[in-house]
């Protein structure tokens, strides 16, 4: 009896064990059939974002792989860091792809890409994740609306930061009539990026050592569906 | 509701004798909303009530059943009625009548007409709306007196059917949020309640003219009262939670939270209170059923005040309610007498 | 296999067992993707060649399982095809798997996977197997279609938007706006609008059904046509 018992279970352990190496083997396979492919087309997917804000025929570096990890910082309304992509032509520096976040949307927080060119002007802002009411904030996305190219061509104002807010409040940004908070929002947080760009101008065109990008997922430059 | 019929069901002439008297108690509320927010409510009432006779009698048509006695029990207007006070008068012309024929034809007819509908079926053409076109059902009328520009009502009703305004006039210049819209707007940039509390949209008990035509519907409600066609639990239940809850958050901390008055007279609390959870077909049959479906839509609806995306939340609090209703009924109904329980 | 037994298969997988309308099974996936036309039928057919691939693979091995090892070396298989389908999706269209993102590899636990494999595969030979997983996901594709047809219509006036996904910006053309400046109906586009347009779907099913069973009853009875 307990010889057929540790027999069955043998025989019931040996038999998943052979499926699970033949499941292992096939996706090995698949992985490195696919492996630069899915490389490549993450790589387009970021440098096709980066491009609708910093025209690609302006930098000859490889945009993607010239980041840099940043901390996370209260400017930038990021908690876990972010990424820093820096285009550069002739190894001048260009413009800079910054991730931000402002964190006081309407239903939560709202991620943004934030395109700053070296002379401190926005290369321009798009939204890539959000929790917005759909149909009435979300018009911040550029798929829904292209109220974000507001943002393009925009700097600090130092003499006048009142332009820094929505029409309804007195600065120089539209606003659809029933949703003011999300606009605010958006508006304060690029704001509050331009400010950090001024301070760590230097830092942010620094040269990499042997560059890093932070992989995967976390680059968060990625269109969102929701 | 199940299967079968509640009793006044099988008078038609009752019901329709019960629906006007329902509808003539909203009068009050609504002349004093035409006096503080113009005559445009009357042509979305119209428009409504033109929407939900034809679909019903379109329904009963594709559901061969008659027309002419269902027509005439005027259930349909009263939705009808409801809805429109709920939607802003402003609002283009489709607004309404996509809302009024999604009530009847979905909400009713597809659950099996009068009598078998779980959702009330105006709050269900509510949420529709509000959910679909939310740019459109935050542009409320500004009431009389707040040095708005007034429209007459020739240029409302040019706005209604054409959308265009009067040469220079923007939809910001005519209408704005509703009280309890701008109250949660302001307490989100952190302003305190009290200070919030001190501009103009804001009157002594609520919002500024919103308020008077809730005590309109008040008198309303108290007049269905007195004439025995709605019982007192659900208002009172739902009054009474609504202050207690409102209550005792605003005694916490009043800078955050506004006093149980506020929310009486603002909102749809007085339509809901009165007109809304009191439909006979989705609300509990017995009195202990009631207090427990009031309640507890008062408590969602005040959640949903303070913390939801939306708001007012009477129309969720309500169908979130309606589900229950067949679970409260159950657990509500007395004890058949004489019939021993059953020993497991 | 003979021609009636594929055909019964069909007529199961497409119409009377259809997956989306009669069985109801893998509703998540179903309410979640089924916003637009391109996106439903995306992993509509994902799903249907996982089914068709485990069908197959899992039917010649099914005696060499032993009973109770049966589910996790199902699910074993299910998974690793899917994740080889999940690989190959985001190598070569990588937009549309940004847009179906988690619900790809959710295609493990969609339960009409395994439901049809311990129902068929398990006891069937390998190409009826396979047939059948393709048939339930072809019948799963077709509602998503038109399930993701009604709703991006109603709720966008256009049809097959998002096809430059799948066939590059070229196919951007393609994309049929059906109301010119439609006003859009959100409801349709967010979840509720799914199941009010499932269940409007299914009344249709069961409505066309017995319709069709009642006039069966009506006709005289004609002699059954023998194939072989």
Redesign the interface.
């Known amino acids: 009896m307990r010889r057929t018992l540790v027999k069955a279970s043998l025989h019931t352990a040996l038999n998943v064990l052979f499926f699970t190496v033949i499941g292992t083997f096939l996706l090995a396979i698949t992985f490195f059939q696919t492996r630069d492919r899915i490389a490549q087309s993450e790589q387009t997917e970021k440098l096709k974002l980066i491009s609708q804000l910093i025209p690609s025929s302006s930098f000859d570096n490889d945009i993607v792989a010239d980041a840099q990890h940043l901390a996370p910082d209260a400017l930038l309304g990021t908690t876990t860091g972010g990424t820093a992509y820096r285009a550069r032509l002739h190894d001048q520096p260009v413009g800079v792809v910054l991730e931000a976040v402002a964190p006081d949307g309407y239903s939560g927080r709202i991620s943004l890409i934030i395109a700053i060119k070296a002379d401190g002007t926005l290369g321009g802002v798009r939204v890539v994740e959000h929790k917005e009411t759909p149909g009435l904030g979300d018009y911040i996305d550029i798929a829904k609306s292209d109220w974000i190219q507001g943002f393009d061509g925009k700097s600090l104002t130092p003499q006048h930061d009142a332009d820094w807010q929505v029409k309804k409040d007195g600065g120089q940004f539209d606003y659809m009539a029933g949703a003011t908070i999300t606009p605010r929002a958006v508006v304060k947080a690029v704001h509050k990026a331009l400010q950090y760009f001024a301070l760590h101008r230097t830092e942010l065109f620094m040269q990499n050592s042997p560059a890093s990008p932070d992989k995967g997922r976390r680059g968060g430059v990625k269109e969102s569906t929701k | 509701m199940s299967a079968f019929f509640s009793p006044f069901i099988s008078k038609p002439d009752t019901v329709s004798a019960i629906m006007l008297k329902v509808l003539l108690a909203l009068l009050p509320g609504i002349a004093l909303y035409v006096w503080y927010f113009g005559p445009a409510i009357l042509v979305s009432i119209t428009l409504a009530s033109l929407t939900a006779l034809a679909t019903e009698a379109a329904m009963l048509k594709l559901r061969k059943r008659p027309v002419a006695p269902f027509l005439k029990d005027n259930s349909a207007l009263l939705t009808a009625w409801l809805l429109a006070l709920s939607i802003p008068p402003l609002a283009p012309w489709?607004l309404i009548v996509v809302g009024t024929a999604f009530c009847i034809a979905?909400a009713k007819h597809l659950y099996g007409g009068l009598g078998n509908n779980p959702f009330n079926p105006a709050m269900v053409g509510y949420a529709?709306l509000i959910?679909?076109?939310?740019?459109q059902m935050?542009?409320w009328v500004t009431p009389l007196g707040m040095g708005a520009t007034e429209l007459s009502f020739v240029q409302q009703l040019q706005y209604i059917f054409s959308g265009i305004l009067p040469g220079g006039l923007?939809?910001?210049a005519v209408?704005m949020?509703t009280p309890l819209d701008t109250l949660k707007?302001q307490l989100?940039l952190a302003h305190p309640a009290n200070e919030i509390l001190t501009q103009p949209i804001f009157s002594s008990l609520a919002g500024h003219g919103s308020e008077v035509v809730a005590i309109g519907f008040l008198i309303g409600g108290l007049y269905l009262l007195a004439s025995k066609i709605i019982s007192w639990h659900l208002p009172v239940a739902f009054l009474g939670t609504l202050f207690l809850v409102a209550g005792i958050f605003h005694l916490a901390d009043p800078s955050h939270y506004v006093a149980p008055v506020f929310h009486w007279f603002s909102g749809a609390a007085m339509l809901g209170a009165f007109f809304i959870l009191t439909d006979p077909i989705t609300s509990p049959t017995t009195h202990k059923g009631k207090f427990i479906f009031a309640a507890g839509a008062a408590l969602l609806t005040y959640l949903i005040r303070v913390y939801g995306?939306f708001p007012d939340g009477i129309a969720f609090a309500t169908l979130l309610m309606n589900i229950c209703v067949p679970l409260i009924d159950a657990y509500t109904q007395p004890k058949v007498f004489g019939k021993k329980e059953k020993k497991a | 296999m003979t021609s009636q037994e594929m055909k019964d298969i069909f007529y199961n997988g497409l119409w009377k067992q259809n997956t989306g309308v009669v069985q109801l099974l893998g509703m998540c996936p179903i309410l979640a993707v089924s916003s637009s036309v391109v996106n439903g039928v995306s992993l509509g057919l994902a799903t249907a060649a996982v089914m068709a691939l485990s069908g197959a693979a899992i039917s010649p091995i099914r005696h060499a399982v032993p009973n109770e090892a049966r589910i996790p070396v199902f699910i074993l298989i299910i998974a690793v095809l899917v994740t080889v389908i999940q690989f190959a999706m985001n190598a070569y269209v990588h937009a549309l798997y940004l847009v179906l993102g988690i619900f790809i590899p959710l295609i493990v636990t969609n339960c009409i996977v395994l439901a049809r494999i311990e129902a068929f595969a398990a006891k069937q030979p390998p190409l009826q197997s396979a047939m059948d997983g393709l048939a339930m996901g072809l019948g799963l594709s077709a509602v998503l279609a038109v399930l993701g047809g009604l709703r991006e219509l109603f709720g966008h006036g256009t049809l097959l938007s998002g096809i430059d996904m799948v066939f590059g910006a070229g196919a951007k053309s393609w994309v049929i706006t059906v109301v010119p400046n439609y006003h859009g109906f959100l409801l349709a586009i967010l979840p509720p609008g799914a199941f009010v347009t499932l269940g409007l779907l299914i009344a249709g099913k069961n409505y066309m059904s017995q319709r069709a069973a009642a006039n069966e009853q009506r006709k005289p009875i004609k002699p059954a046509v023998v194939t072989a």
């Open positions: 489709w979905v529709v959910v679909s076109f939310p740019v935050t542009h923007t939809l910001d209408t949020a707007t989100h995306a």
